[in-house]
């Protein structure tokens, strides 16, 4: 059984920061280190749109534009785990937040498109309020 479970979520002020985390358990994940891991977020009427990505070994990260230079994604392959810290939070960053993962061939790869992660989380909402 493979499990990734998001937490962190919650409502906070814009301008305001959260620290989302997903813990990855079950056999698959049972080698961590060997997934690419990346946070998509889907706000209510939208699509599912592209967070942020790292690559196995955190060495690459890449950033959808609406985030960049206020996310950071993190991983802790020891404690298989993956963070997204979120500041300068805006009204439209107001969405439920995924973590996703999958089986990266390459160690340097990273992966935007949300059709190229196997498994996913349940997700956590965020809530910016104005």
């Known amino acids: 059984q493979v499990q990734l479970v998001e937490s962190g979520g919650g409502l906070v002020q814009t301008g305001g920061s959260l620290r989302l985390s997903c813990a990855a358990s079950?056999?698959?994940?049972?080698?961590?280190?060997?997934?690419?891991l990346g946070w998509f977020r889907q706000a209510p009427g939208k699509e599912r749109e592209f967070v942020a990505a790292?690559?196995?070994?955190?060495?690459?990260?890449l950033y959808a534009d609406s985030t960049k230079g206020r996310f950071t994604i993190s991983r802790d392959n020891a404690k298989n785990t993956v963070h997204l810290q979120m500041n300068s939070l805006k009204p439209e960053d107001t969405a439920v937040y995924y973590c996703?993962?999958?089986?990266?061939?390459?160690?340097?790869?990273?992966?935007?498109?949300?059709?190229?992660?196997?498994?996913w989380g349940q997700g956590t909402q965020v809530t910016v309020s104005s």
């Open positions: 790292i690559s196995t070994n955190g060495g690459r990260t």
């Open positions: 996703a993962g999958d089986y990266a061939y390459n160690p340097g790869v990273v992966l935007t498109a949300g059709s190229r992660y196997a498994y």
């Open positions: 079950g056999r698959t994940f049972s080698y961590f280190s060997n997934y690419a």
